[in-house]
């Protein structure tokens, strides 16, 4: 199965709001990945500012708030 990758870190409100509007989306049509960014430094040195980051397939899908059409547009790829 294919996975989205969500760039997150505890605490932060908006990533939380993200998942939450995600996962009803894919639900049971794509994976879903929550990357930690305090985890991992690259990821931490990269995405720090942004979060949340939506990727799919290493391409960048939307930052800070869930772009519906491009969620929809890869469920349909």
Not at 32 to 51: G, M, P, Y
Request: charged share 25%.
């Amino acid at each position: 199965m294919k996975t989205l990758q969500v760039y997150s870190r505890a605490g932060c409100h908006l990533c939380e709001v993200l998942v939450e509007e995600l996962k009803p989306l894919i639900d049971g049509k794509i994976g879903l990945e929550v990357r930690d960014i305090d985890t991992n430094a690259e990821w931490h040195e990269r995405w720090f500012a942004d979060i949340p980051v939506v990727e799919f397939e290493g391409t960048l899908v939307c930052m800070h708030f869930l772009d519906h059409d491009a969620i929809t547009g890869i469920l349909r790829g």
